[in-house]
């Protein structure tokens, strides 16, 4: 009982599984991002921790994903971007 209980737990809720399908996991300039899309916004995960909300732009592109700070206009493409998987429990 105990056994099955353990197994259980390490099995990824709903909720994750369905926020695993509209994430994808990049890198920008060798460092590696996670970006979770929602409505109308993204989630980014920085290396160090820090959490980014950005908002979409629509492009011409489906496939390519550049990061634009409006501040400074310096434009950086994200490259090797990827489904995010679960880690296999």
């Not at 809720?13 to 990049?26: G, R």
């Not at 300039?29 to 732009?57: H, K, N, S, T, W």
């Amino acid at each position: 009982m105990a056994l099955a209980l353990a197994a259980c737990a390490d099995k990824a809720s709903k909720e994750e599984q369905e926020a695993a399908k509209n994430t994808i996991v990049c890198h920008l300039q060798g460092e590696r991002l996670v970006i979770r899309f929602d409505i109308g916004e993204a989630r980014m995960l920085m290396p160090g921790g820090d959490r980014i909300v950005l908002y979409q732009v629509q492009s011409g592109k489906d496939t390519e994903f550049t990061l634009i700070d409006h501040r400074t206009a310096v434009q950086a493409p994200l490259s090797e971007c990827v489904p995010y998987s679960l880690p296999k429990q």
